[in-house]
Nanobody, 126 residues
Framework: DVQLQASGGGSVQPGEFLRLSCAAS????????IAWFRQDPGKEREEISC????????YYTDPMKGRVTISREDAKNMVYLQINNLKPEDTAVYYC???????????????????WGQGTLVTVSS
C-alpha cells in the first residue's frame, strides 16, 4: 500500500521558518509527482506547490511564491517543503500528496492526486 507520512509541523512565531517532511512508502517514488496543500478549518483546501517526478517542473502558488521551496530526495523517498517568514495566516494543516506521473509538468490541483498523507499542523502566532 502507498503511504505518506507528513511531519515537521509545530507552533512558531511570525517570521520563523519550518521545514515540513513527508515520507513515502509502497511506491516507486521516482515515478511520482509530489505536491503540498494546506487547509485551515472552515476554509477550502489550497494548493501550495508541486514538483514533477523528474524535477524538471515546479509550481508555486502566487501568494506563497518566494517564501516556500519544495524539494525531494528520491533515494530516501522523502519530500520537503520549507516555509520561510511564516505568518499567522499560514496556520493550517499541511498535507503532502503524490500521483503516478512519469513525465510532464506537475499538476497543482488536489483532485489530480491519488495518495495523501495525514497532515501536519502548523500554528503561527505571537
Amino acid at each position: 500500500d502507498v503511504q505518506l507520512q507528513a511531519s515537521g509541523g509545530g507552533s512558531v512565531q511570525p517570521g520563523e521558518f519550518l521545514r515540513l517532511s513527508c515520507a513515502a512508502s509502497g511506491l516507486a517514488f521516482n515515478d511520482y509527482a509530489i505536491a503540498w496543500f494546506r487547509q485551515d478549518p472552515g476554509k477550502e483546501r489550497e494548493e501550495i506547490s508541486c514538483l514533477s517526478s523528474r524535477e524538471d517542473s515546479t509550481y508555486y502558488t502566487d501568494p506563497m511564491k518566494g517564501r516556500v521551496t519544495i524539494s525531494r530526495e528520491d533515494a530516501k523517498n522523502m519530500v520537503y517543503l520549507q516555509i520561510n517568514n511564516l505568518k499567522p495566516e499560514d496556520t493550517a494543516v499541511y498535507y503532502c500528496a503524490t500521483e503516478l506521473r512519469l513525465k510532464g509538468p506537475c499538476r497543482p490541483k488536489g483532485n489530480d492526486y491519488d495518495y495523501w498523507g495525514q497532515g501536519t499542523l502548523v500554528t503561527v502566532s505571537s
